[in-house]
């Protein structure tokens, strides 16, 4: 089936009444995504769009409603306490679109998650969310190029996952899960957890890993593949050609002065791990589906 | 973000951390009243760009230094003139060099021992990291690779902030003693503040300096700011110096694009971050040099297309664009017209080659075919870059 999030998915979205948040909401709830609340502050007892019950806090729409996920549109100096705010609402999962957040308030947050009486888990920001593909989409990717299936695609980027799903859907392979775990340097679920959890998912029996220049997360992921996962993996990475010292577009895409982080050492984790390695962004299914046959 | 040794200094000490008395200086008048306050002790001249390896660095015209320990104001006088208005080349400039339009003139220091004192934000572990070494005044990834016992690290947890204990244990493993110890818990304690209030990414001090009597001072300091928390201080926002950013860059930020400039010949053109590098490197991969890093964003409207065209037309160096939109929310068909809009609106004057694909890929690839833009259309990325890569080499 999945991981993370599936027809049974209850959504509450931070943020519904702002355009960003009411325009992506309208594209899930048409996915067939179950919306059952929505918060504004100072709006609580409206109805969005004559359909979606708004409130107060998270914490309401946990208590009225039943959510037991959440989505955050809101902008970036009041993202972080959106997300502070899911945590303390015991939200399982929360999904943190937001681009910009200030990296000082994500290292808070950070610390918050680690916490031993924390239930959250976070995704993003600064990321295209989840998908399971014919149950759940939660987030701004577009749902039509997904299509139900067996192969799970973890990606720091947005459109870069786009491609790959395309290129799956394409040659009949569908996905299973499919997430973004965002671009910036300080976030909720690594390359590693998101590996681990489609490892440990019965209905995932492929993997694709697409990450980018900067620290060191893919590296990480690739250790625990190379002791851990037997499922085939495929894996591209993304700023090959990138200058050293410049951030490319996204925050954590950077190889530092001293050379560390680059898409040569990162490919070599996973000549390692044993990952079959797209060199171009035009190949990654083909690389999944040269050691995976469905 | 990053500011100049002099708005640095000036912030440090606002933090209570002891530097040389200094003044910046944009002009020989400026330069006078610098030198009248400074006296007639030894004085340093400093360049004040962003860029490292000042010290080692040369001018485009031959003059060597672009810091300069002096012992007389008609000294500083000549040094400065020398320096003000001209282009120092550093091995961090590129060989473009950058035109120095700031100097710092200071007070000198009789310098007994160099330390190195820096606090970054470290992703993995999301924490601040304080790095000290005893080994000051040179290149601290040198120090790291060569002798890596001589790093101090110490992480400050987001939550507790810096405790006394710490700044005692990193006074202690630098080898401080008596009133040394509590100098350099003042510094630590005002540097790590500056760092946390401000939002910055990297405070560095590097030297940080004991003098003769065994005082401690900050020598030179870089800063860089989170972009992402400019709008909670203002006071920062205004260190911006343009002339230390590419005007290409300043134009693209002003229609919410991320361009940056890079110094090969085929422009791209592309919708998200991850994406813009994938095309970058295939490019790469087929033999070509990009010349860009470009990310329209989600949403890119004809307007921003339009502003992307003429940004990377403006490049001397282009030879050809790819553009490379994933049609997802937004569809192909209306990228499609706002791409053909766009092209016309400029002046086209290199090979263009476009690869839609995504929602209504087909309606988008007529409008294409049927614009009368002269422009190639290709099925996939790895096709387009390699059209791209052919026309731009059979042209030049």
Redesign the interface.
Known sequence: MSILVNRDTRLVVQGITGKTGTFHTQ?CIEYGTKVVAGVTPGKGGQMWEDKVPVCNTVAEAVKEHGANASVIYVP??FAADSILEAIEADIPLVICITE?????????V???LEFNDTKTRLIGPNCPGIITPGECKIG???G??HKPGRVGVI?????????AV?QLTQRGHGQSTCIGIG?D??NGTSQLDAVRMLNEDPDTDAIIM?G?????AEEEACAYIKENVKKPVAG?I??????KG?T??????IVS??GAGT?EAKFAAMEDAGVSIA?????IADALLRIYKG | MNIHEYQAKHLLQEYGVPVPRGYAATNSREVETALSHLGDEMIVVKAQIHAGGRGKGTFTDGYKGGVKVVKTPEAAREAANHMLDNTLVTAQTGPEGRKVQTLYLTEGCDIEHEYYLAIVLDRETAQSVIIASTEGGMDIEEVADKTPEKLIRVSVCPNMGLRSHQCRQVAFALGFKGDQVKQFAGILTGVYKMFWEKNAMLVEINPLVTDKDGNLSALDAKVSFDGNAIFQHPDIGQLRDLNEEDPKEIEASKHNLAYIALDGNIACMVNGAGLAMATMDIIQSFGGSPANFLDVGGGANEDQVTAAFKIILSDPNVKGILVNIFGGIMKCDVIANGIVAAAKNVDMTVPLVVRLEGTNVEAGKKILRESGVALTPADSLAQAAEIIVEQVQSHS
Do not use: C, K
Request: proline letters at 10%; a positive charge; hydrophobic letters at 35%.
């Open positions: 594209q970036p100096a910009g957040v200030p990296v000082r308030d994500m290292a808070e950070r610390r918050r701004i990717m577009p039509y190029i990606s720091r980027s947005g459109t870069l996952t786009y491609e395309w671009g340097p300080i697409i980018e220049i900067g620290g060191s591209f993304a700023g090959a050609s990138a200058p410049r490319m577009g996204h925050a954590g895409a002065a001293s898409a060199r171009n962004p035009s190949e």
